[in-house]
């Protein structure tokens, strides 16, 4: 089983106080990333990993080079490629257009040798941007918001799942919202983006986000913990943790897509910086990435297949894991404004953020190919 994923929905309020959490997260995760790096793995192994894109054999690729469903694609690659830094923060299927742009070479065809790494937390990913060992992150964009609003200085520049993939796990006898009123809530942390989603989302259904009790328990793991043992009652989770919830016989009351829809926990990020520097690389980047999340809604056996090698899944988790993205990998990569600016509302009225900050400020769709 692959590696738990920590939610890291960045906590802090807007001033000074926010500023110096920003600065403090953005140093420690910056040590961490510094510390872990080094060892060759897939783009979902453990944190800290790195890999590079050149087509791969052997367990990470489930087919020969030059198969036409499964392996390298038949366009033959430039004759020259530029060197580019991912730090990602997703796993398994949520980053399998990743590791299939990696496994089948269309990074490669787009001129692009990308190096990933592996983090545990967008602050880590941060770290990584902010000093310049990484081009681009996959990360939160909640995270991205965030920083921003604390005067730090991120963009985001297309995004790889096109909705929320945070399914509602509640405790044995929850069957659904109303019988929330007067229970408890795993969470990351107060003011946290985790939070406040949950609050969005028992005030949205119509039963009030002051019904629930609000208990800090830890990250994915541990919420997951505490509603086996009906410590709290329900949590947010994703995959691999949805499936063994459902395993355990939680129940899933589904995702909070129709409560926040048109917002995103996979996104690509930059600073201002790196996106002048490297305009054309990251276009050639993000349109490789559209190419390969085609390829992953297209071949499900074959994705699944790969799936199954990248992150050592049995065929079961892996096709469990992978439905449950499948109908959100992105089609266009455009970040929502819309979507965004539902985020910054719900930020500022649930204690993420202090005042809402313009969301046009916070992306843009330049670097994505025309469509």
């Known amino acids: 089983m692959r590696k738990a994923r920590l939610m890291n929905w960045f906590p802090g309020n807007s001033g000074s106080g926010a500023r110096r959490g920003v600065t403090a997260a953005i ?18 192994a453990a944190a800290g990993s790195s890999t590079s894109s050149a087509p791969q054999g052997g367990s990470t690729s489930p087919s020969t080079p030059g198969n036409s469903s499964t392996g390298t ?85 297309g995004q790889l799942l096109d909705q929320l993939d945070y399914h509602i796990i509640t405790a044995k006898g929850i069957k659904n919202l109303p019988d929330l009123v007067g229970k408890k809530m795993g969470d990351p942390g107060a003011n946290n983006g985790n939070t406040a ?95 390969s999340a085609q390829w992953v809604s297209q071949n499900p056996t074959d994705a699944i297949t790969l799936l199954m090698s990248s992150d050592k899944l049995t065929k079961e988790v892996a096709t469990e894991d992978y439905n449950e993205v499948k109908d959100i990998y992105t089609k266009t990569g455009k970040v929502d404004p819309d979507g965004l600016t539902a985020w910054i509302q719900v930020a500022t009225k649930y204690g993420v953020m202090k005042s809402p900050i313009p969301a046009d400020g916070l992306f843009t769709n330049e670097y994505l190919p025309t469509q």
């Open 27 to 44: 140093t420690a995760g910056l040590l961490l990333f510094a510390s872990a790096c080094g060892s060759s793995s897939s783009p979902s």
């Open 73 to 157: 694609p038949s366009s033959a690659a430039p004759t020259s490629v530029e060197t580019f830094n991912l730090v990602n923060t997703k796993y398994a299927a949520e980053a399998l257009p990743i590791t299939a742009g990696i496994s089948r070479g269309i990074f490669k065809k787009h001129g692009i040798d990308l190096h990933v790494t592996q983090a545990n937390t967008s602050s880590v990913a941060s770290a990584a941007l902010i000093s310049g060992r990484a081009d681009l992150g996959l990360m939160q964009s909640a995270f991205v918001v965030s920083t921003d609003a604390a005067g730090g200085n991120l963009k985001l520049v």
């Open 197 to 291: 989603t949950m609050k969005a989302v028992m005030d949205k259904a119509g039963y009030g986000a002051d019904k629930l009790t609000y208990v800090t328990v830890g990250a994915q793991a541990a919420i997951l913990a505490a509603l086996q043992a009906n410590q709290v009652q329900v949590g947010l989770l994703v995959a691999p943790f949805t499936i063994q919830a459902r395993g355990a016989g939680l129940n899933d009351l589904g995702t909070v897509e129709k409560y926040l829809p048109n917002n995103t926990a996979a996104a690509f990020a930059g600073t201002t910086a790196t996106l002048q520097k490297k305009a054309d690389l990251v276009r050639n980047f993000l349109a490789a990435v559209l190419e």
